[in-house]
């Protein structure tokens, strides 16, 4: 049996085991879990660059021991210069380049607001040159570069290394860094230095927003120091889904936590304790497709959505759509939106404030354009609007995009809670119900639930196909199965980072802490 990982007192899994001892550091010095996610992110951001960073957004779900959960939105809307004349005479917004750096980078915010949210709740303010110690000084001595971060870096290099400061940074010497080599980030380390010295708010408003802005500007960004000054995370409730096992949360709009939530309540009407391997990945590829005409129709930025999204996860709506699922035949796919790299980290604490959490540039380094003496990666998340009239996802200035981010959360009926999530576009919803299906549904151990292979529904990078794609681990019978059911199947790796990188963290009845991490990631599940 693969084990997962149990202490008594705290327990922190991320996609990369410094972000999991810089949130154990935190923790055992008696901070909580707000504060313990703040130190994650910032070194994550250091030692994830490709997946990650200050350029970027985040979302946070917070469950206190008592009480309802809260939600923080650290998205970025579209700059004010980002109207569809600025991209005249394209068809699209693409993924690359200054025009695809066109919305606020909103993550910092949150690590604030998240840290005010901790003082209400009754803590003390943490220093942050404590919170950020590990990021700086991984940042100005250096990290072992990854095998992700090298692949990456390797696949991409083409489209990326004639964009500003990209090649300076993230090709030293002019070549991809091979794993295990030293990789740093002076100039993010600075920059760091200064959140640290200054405040977080600096970001947006002070001498580190007017360095940004400035730099923005050189490089014809439509992001505008006025952009930076007006912007601030909102806090709000989360999406909440009633299911057989408990209650789940998600993020709200624009997030897709609303899609995340639908399959989970399809599914739930669809007889999964009980279910084989083949049986189980059909109905899950199944409830996504029905769950993703909900995206598709609806989700945008929520002041211009014309539905309630909590109504959309109404027990009738959830039960006709359960409805149209055939069990012995895959559904056309409808059009899928685009993959997606990105975190996903949870902690919870010993007093059971449980924190879920994901941080993302979008694509594999965001927009490729770092803002000159900064080292700030900014992320390319504007790219995901249209530039057509009239659509639900029509560029506007001050329009927030729509993310694939969202974090999970449960608060079983058995008295349990668990933080839940992964990175991966299209394949965030897909694999969390994964995982929430076995461990919970199913009473698969939760580290086997995320090391078990996976699959998913819908495009990885670079490709237009949008099979089925399975990792390399499935029994010839179970593909044999899903080929006659009508899937369209492609085989991937036994063990793919297209599937995602997921973790789960879950606090029992009597108070241990369980956490597991993905063996596709760097991560690990610290506790102590």
């Known amino acids: ?296 129709n609806y989700l945008t930025d929520p002041r211009e959505m014309t539905v309630d999204a909590q109504s959309l996860l109404d027990p009738q709506a959830v039960a006709a759509m359960a409805a149209n699922i055939d069990p012995q035949r895959a559904a056309p796919v409808a059009g899928q939106r685009n993959p997606g790299d990105t975190v996903w980290m949870g902690v919870i604490d010993q007093q059971g404030m449980a924190v879920s959490f994901i941080q993302s540039i979008y694509h594999e380094f965001g927009s490729g354009v770092v803002i000159p003496d900064t080292g700030i990666l900014w992320q390319n998340r504007g790219a995901s609007f249209s530039l057509e009239p009239n659509k639900l996802l029509t560029l506007a200035p001050g329009k927030y995009p729509f993310h694939t981010l969202n974090p999970a959360a449960a608060r079983l009926k058995d008295g349990r809670v668990m933080v839940y999530g992964s990175m991966g576009g299209d394949g965030q919803p897909q694999t969390q119900a994964t995982v929430f299906t076995r461990h919970i549904q199913q009473k698969m151990p939760l580290q086997q639930a995320i090391s078990a292979p996976r699959w998913l529904l819908g495009r990885t990078w670079g490709d237009s196909s949008e099979s089925l794609k399975l990792e390399g681990r499935f029994s010839e019978h179970t593909v044999a199965q899903l080929v006659a059911m009508g899937h369209e199947v492609e085989m991937l790796s036994d063990y793919s980072e297209a599937t995602g990188h997921a973790g789960a963290v879950v606090r029992h009845v009597n108070g241990m802490l369980e956490g597991a991490s993905d063996p596709r990631s760097n991560g690990s599940a610290a506790g102590f």
């Open 1 to 296: 049996m693969i084990q997962s990982n149990i202490a008594p007192n705290g327990m922190a899994v991320t996609p990369h085991h410094l972000a999991s001892q810089s949130a154990l550091a935190v923790l055992r010095r008696g901070g909580n879990a707000i504060e313990a996610m703040v130190a994650a992110a910032a070194t994550i951001a250091v030692v994830y660059p490709h997946m990650n960073g200050l350029g970027g957004d985040s979302f946070w779900l917070i469950v206190p021991p008592e009480g309802e959960p809260v939600a923080i939105d650290a998205s970025g809307a579209a700059g004010s210069l980002a109207t569809v004349d600025f991209y005249q005479g394209m068809t699209a917004i693409p993924y690359r380049g200054t025009q695809a750096a066109l919305t606020v980078a909103g993550t910092v915010s949150g690590w604030q607001q998240a840290l005010t949210l901790s003082q209400q709740m009754g803590a003390a303010p943490a220093p942050l040159a404590e919170l950020l110690q590990d990021a700086i000084g991984y940042a100005a001595t250096g990290i072992p570069v990854t095998e992700s971060q090298a692949a990456a870096t390797a696949a991409k290099r083409q489209e990326l290394e004639s964009l500003p400061g990209f090649a300076d940074i993230y090709l030293p010497e002019g070549k991809v860094p091979e794993p295990g080599s030293r990789f740093c980030q002076p100039d993010l380390a600075a920059t760091l230095q200064a959140l640290a010295d200054d405040g977080l708010d600096s970001f947006y408003r002070g001498p580190l927003a007017e360095k940004i802005a400035q730099g923005m500007q050189t490089l014809g960004m439509p992001v505008t120091a006025a952009d930076l000054k007006q912007h601030h995370a909102k806090t709000c409730a989360p999406l909440q889904l009633q299911h057989s096992d408990g209650t789940l949360y998600n993020l709200t709009p624009p997030t897709q936590g609303l899609v995340s939530l639908a399959i989970n309540g399809i599914t739930d009407h669809l007889q999964m304790a009980e279910a084989s391997e083949a049986d189980t990945i059909h109905r899950i590829v199944e409830a996504t497709k029905q769950a993703f005409t909900l995206r598709d």
